[in-house]
């Protein structure tokens, strides 16, 4: 059975950095790109970064760029969301999400999804 588990959202004010973890378990996952999403209040979820399999390719929403990084440790198979100079408007809940392409940026190419974990930036 697949789990993503992510861990380390929480309340934060703004400017302040925060370190989200996903951990994948079930399978191997390998040749499968990792990914973050989030999704506000009313609002669709939407991609923010993603890493393909070796690490080598990375891709960011424009709205972090230049703020968050994604990392990945394969041999823990767990990808890393690192949100530096957090806004407000950064406030979702983010997910996890494995898929077996090369960039995950859409949502329907998915394979497996995180619970989520709750990000709240205080202004």
């Known amino acids: 059975q697949v789990q993503l588990v992510e861990s380390g959202g929480g309340l934060v004010q703004a400017g302040d950095s925060l370190r989200l973890s996903c951990a994948a378990s079930?399978?191997?996952?390998?040749?499968?790109?990792m990914a973050w999403f989030r999704q506000a209040p009313g609002e669709e979820r939407e991609f923010v970064a993603t890493?393909?399999?070796?690490?080598?390719?990375?891709y960011l929403a424009d709205s972090v760029k230049g703020r968050f990084t994604i990392s990945r440790d394969n041999a823990k198979n767990t990808v890393y969301l690192q949100m530096n100079s957090l806004k407000p408007e950064d406030t979702a809940v983010y997910y996890c999400?494995?898929?077996?392409?090369?960039?995950?940026?859409?949502?329907?190419?998915?394979?497996?999804w995180g619970q989520g974990t709750q990000v709240t930036v205080s202004s």
């Open positions: 890493i393909s399999w070796y690490g080598s390719n990375t």
């Open positions: 999400a494995v898929g077996r392409t090369k960039s995950l940026v859409v949502r329907t190419a998915a394979d497996y």
């Open positions: 079930g399978r191997s996952f390998s040749s499968y790109s």
